[in-house]
């Protein structure tokens, strides 16, 4: 799980915000390191040529993008399947912007492609300096935001929560950016949590049950995998946030597997708590093939109300 920086061409992304793009095919040429650990949900923030301030020349934060998908497309069908959502109103302009990125100068035949969808661009730029992240004015390609501070996204996403979206954006957009915002910089918080704690307490046939009602849960009620996550997953609805987690027990193991449940739903609640600057109302939800008796539905109802 990861956040990346990257280094844009301020024109392409001023061209997705005057156009209200909310989705974008982020190409690079196809001679580019391949990013590591980046899965779907990942973030990737533009960094922008042409937003330079003070002496050290550093470039600003303008928005970003959640990470949907990656691929390899040769230039001609790169445009014909994405056209102006590849950042330029013509083909030939397009072109001459790889060419100009292009360290032969030369057209790739493979660009590589990442999809991102729900962008969201800033009020004005964010500089890394501001949430004590200091890189090099010569980095040409990207970072990992999180290497050296595992909240420095966080950070981020609140700086930007304080600046503001983009007014155009908001604008043209047909949900409240802003609150899309918050749920990043929550549901981001929420996935360093589960880092903390998933500790594989399963065995491998019932993290393939776990994994079924997680998947069961995903496509049925709106719910979502934590990042990170293959088994707890969860709903953000104003001001209210529901993790969803799967209880794999025999009767014979009962009393075990509670107190593991248990210990998960409570450090999930200590450590949201510790982390997170947000007042929302947390609530969890138990997953399970058998049905849960009264003690244990006492159990969470408690948990819910602490």
Same mark, same amino acid.
């Given at each position: 799980?990861?956040?990346?920086? =990257?280094?844009?061409?301020?024109?392409?992304?001023?061209?997705?915000?005057?156009?209200?793009?909310?989705?974008?095919?982020?190409?690079?040429?196809?001679?580019?390191?391949?990013?590591?650990?980046?899965?779907?949900?990942?973030?990737?923030?533009?960094?922008?040529?042409?937003?330079?301030?003070?002496?050290?020349?550093?470039?600003?934060?303008?928005?970003?993008?959640?990470?949907?998908?990656?691929?390899?497309?040769?230039?001609?069908? *790169?445009?014909?399947?994405?056209?102006?959502?590849?950042? =330029?109103?013509?083909?030939?302009?397009?072109?001459?912007?790889?060419?100009?990125?292009?360290?032969?100068?030369?057209?790739?035949?493979? *660009?590589?492609?990442?999809?991102?969808?729900?962008?969201?661009?800033?009020?004005?730029?964010?500089?890394?300096?501001?949430?004590?992240?200091?890189?090099?004015?010569?980095?040409?390609?990207?970072?990992?935001?999180?290497?050296?501070?595992?909240?420095?996204?966080?950070?981020?996403?609140?700086?930007?929560?304080?600046?503001?979206?983009?007014?155009?954006?908001?604008? *043209?957009?047909?949900?409240?950016?802003?609150?899309?915002?918050?749920?990043?910089?929550?549901?981001?918080?929420?996935?360093?949590?589960?880092?903390?704690?998933?500790?594989?307490?399963?065995?491998?046939?019932?993290?393939?049950?776990?994994?079924?009602?997680?998947?069961?849960?995903?496509?049925?009620?709106?719910?979502?995998?934590?990042?990170?996550?293959?088994?707890?997953?969860?709903?953000?609805?104003?001001?209210?946030?529901?993790?969803?987690?799967?209880?794999? =027990?025999?009767?014979?193991?009962?009393?075990?597997?509670?107190?593991?449940?248990?210990?998960?739903?409570?450090? =999930?609640?200590?450590?949201?708590?510790?982390?997170?600057?947000?007042?929302?109302?947390?609530?969890?939800?138990?997953?399970?093939?058998?049905?849960?008796?009264?003690?244990?539905?006492?159990?969470?109802?408690?948990?819910?109300?602490?």
């Amino acid at each position: 799980m990861s956040s990346i920086a =990257y280094v844009t061409d301020k024109h392409m992304i001023e061209f997705h915000r005057l156009n209200g793009n909310h989705a974008m095919n982020f190409w690079r040429p196809g001679s580019q390191k391949r990013f590591t650990d980046f899965i779907e949900g990942d973030l990737l923030f533009f960094l922008a040529k042409g937003s330079e301030r003070g002496r050290r020349k550093e470039k600003g934060i303008v928005g970003y993008g959640k990470f949907k998908r990656s691929y390899t497309l040769s230039f001609k069908k *790169m445009w014909k399947e994405y056209g102006s959502l590849n950042g =330029y109103a013509t083909q030939d302009e397009l072109y001459d912007a790889i060419l100009k990125v292009s360290k032969d100068k030369m057209m790739p035949k493979q *660009m590589n492609c990442l999809y991102l969808d729900e962008v969201v661009f800033f009020q004005s730029p964010i500089y890394l300096s501001e949430v004590g992240v200091m890189i090099s004015n010569k980095i040409e390609s990207y970072i990992y935001l999180d290497k050296e501070d595992p909240q420095a996204t966080s950070k981020l996403l609140n700086k930007a929560n304080e600046s503001g979206i983009d007014m155009w954006t908001m604008a *043209m957009s047909t949900t409240e950016s802003k609150s899309s915002l918050e749920e990043d910089e929550i549901k981001h918080q929420i996935s360093l949590v589960y880092q903390r704690i998933n500790d594989d307490f399963y065995t491998d046939t019932e993290t393939k049950k776990a994994r079924k009602l997680a998947k069961e849960k995903c496509c049925e009620d709106n719910f979502e995998l934590i990042k990170g996550s293959k088994t707890d997953s969860i709903y953000y609805n104003d001001n209210e946030v529901i993790i969803a987690v799967p209880f794999i =027990y025999k009767p014979k193991d009962l009393n075990r597997k509670l107190q593991y449940l248990i210990g998960h739903l409570v450090s =999930y609640r200590i450590l949201i708590k510790e982390i997170s600057e947000y007042n929302f109302k947390l609530k969890f939800e138990i997953l399970s093939e058998l049905p849960l008796n009264d003690e244990i539905v006492n159990i969470i109802k408690n948990i819910n109300e602490g």
